[in-house]
Each structure stands twice: as C-alpha cells, then as structure tokens.
C-alpha cells in the first residue's frame, strides 16, 4: 500500500475489530482500524447519506495504517448493517445525528480525542456535531479538526436535481441492486429515509450556517468543481462562517466523492491534515 509524504510514527498493523455499539436507542454496526483511544486521537468517519461501513471500502484502514491514528468506522442508524428505519425520516435527521447519535458513539467508544471526516451528509453532521455545545459539553473528547467531504450547510437546486436523479435511478435503474450489497433489508430505509427527506419542499428551508460561528477548530474541505449534488457556495458558505483556521481543495474531474474518484489526491490531504492537528507534524 502506497505510504503518505507525511511523516508517520513507527507501528505494527492492528487488524480491525468489531465493537458492540449502541446510540440513541439503536445498535449500530461499527468497526476500529489502529491503536486504542487511549493511544492515540481518533478519526472518526461519518458515511454519506447513502452510505455505510461497507461503502468506505478500504479507506478506513488505509488511513490507519498512513497516519498511525486509531480510525472509527460505523453505519447509522437504519445504514448497512446497523438497526433498520422505517421512512419517513424527520427532515431534522442530520441534527438528530450530530446532537444524540455521535455524542453517543464518541462516548461508547471511548474517543478520548477526536478528528471528524465526514462525507455529504457526514459532513453536514460533522458540522453539527462541532457548532453546537454538545461538543464543548464534560466528558466530550476534544475536537481536534473537521475534514469534510463534498459538505452540505443549505440546500441547492442543484442538489435537489441530482436527488431526483437518484430517486429515477432507484425506481427504474439499478440503484437498488447495487445499494443492497452494502445495505441488505435495510436498502429501501436507508434510500427512501435520505431520498424524500432532501425532496420535500420543507428541506428548502434547511441550513446550518449558524452552526459555523461556534467552530474554532482547524477545517479541511475537499470539493468538486463538478460536484452533481452541490456547488462550490458550499465551500465559501464555510469558508466564511467558522473561525479555525481553514483549508480547501477543490478538484477537476472529480464528483461527489473525492475518496473514491481522486483517492490518491484525497488521501495526502487528509493524512496531512489528520497527522498535524493530532500534533504528529509541526
């Protein structure tokens, strides 16, 4: 497996482990890559709104074994192999997520210290997570950086657009098929709980931007010129509203996720960017 640029500390491989997991109420699928928490900070990977454990592919372990960090890997509520839901979802389900769920999993897991990367919806729970007080709260690890993929703080035409797409795809195409290697009975909670959430005409009013002020932590955001389900507003709308110090990159020929269609890319940045706030570069 190739090696990051950055410096990483000498270890021994530590093959990932299923943890027993519940959150607000529900038992979650989960898995660790690396060292304990005790050992070292955590990245923590928050999936896509069609995402799940599975979904991450090999790049929970990839990132482990780069950046020398314990990496926590789990699928939400009614995703991959966690507890199914029953749509509809309520259209607040990123801030059900942020604000009960991930306190949750941070404290059943021990997370001591801890570096959010989340992915789209991921991102936008992220985003919750760190501009909301449930962060600063006692007992919470401390938050040592954001990376976010491809984020969402409001809604765009264009994200409602390619959401349509999605549901034509679902109904007609293979999506389905494709969705239930990774998610099984669950498949049609997952699609349909993430699908009309973002359809209905209430989710126009959505938006995060007020959670942006609260965020003094460092944040890397990795976007797409030609993201189908967002535009680069999304990034300046963050760029703007947080208050640590603040890192993008934008990419070419890339879509909606950076990690799988420019992995190389991806990866150094996040290495870099989760190695120097766990204080492992200067």
């Not at 890997?73 to 507890?83: K, N």
Request: proline share 8%; hydrophobic share 40%; aromatic share 8%.
């Amino acid at each position: 497996m190739p090696e990051s640029s950055a410096t990483s500390p000498s270890r021994a491989r530590i093959m990932p482990r299923t943890l027993p997991l519940t959150a607000a109420g529900h038992r979650l699928e989960a898995v660790w890559h690396g060292p304990p928490p005790e050992a070292t900070p955590t990245i923590v990977m928050l999936h896509e709104g069609l995402g799940c454990v599975a979904g991450w592919r090999d790049w929970p372990a990839r990132l482990a074994e780069e950046t020398g960090l314990g990496v926590l890997v789990y699928s939400r509520w009614g995703y991959g192999g966690s507890d199914a839901v029953v749509p509809p979802r309520p259209l607040r389900y990123m801030h059900d997520e942020g604000l009960s769920s991930l306190p949750d999993v941070l404290r059943g897991t021990g997370v001591r210290q801890a570096i959010l990367v989340g992915h789209s919806d991921g991102a936008s729970i992220a985003l919750i997570y760190a501009g909301s007080p449930v962060s600063k709260a006692a007992g919470a690890p401390r938050l040592l950086g954001l990376t976010l993929l491809a984020p969402h703080v409001f809604c765009e035409d264009i994200s409602v657009e390619a959401i349509t797409r999605a549901r034509d795809a679902y109904l007609e195409g293979d999506l389905r098929q494709r969705l239930a290697r990774h998610h099984g009975e669950n498949v049609d909670g997952a699609f349909w709980g993430w699908n009309r959430a973002w359809l209905d005409p209430g989710f126009r009013e959505w938006n995060l931007e007020a959670y942006l002020p609260e965020i003094d932590t460092p944040v890397l955001v990795l976007q797409s010129e030609t993201d189908p389900y967002g535009t680069l507003a999304q990034v300046d709308a963050i760029e703007r509203g947080v208050r640590g110090a603040f890192t993008k990159l934008i990419l070419e020929s890339c879509g909606h996720a950076p990690q799988k269609d420019r992995p190389e890319e991806t990866t150094a940045a996040v290495v870099e960017f989760a190695q120097r706030a766990a204080g492992l570069l200067p």
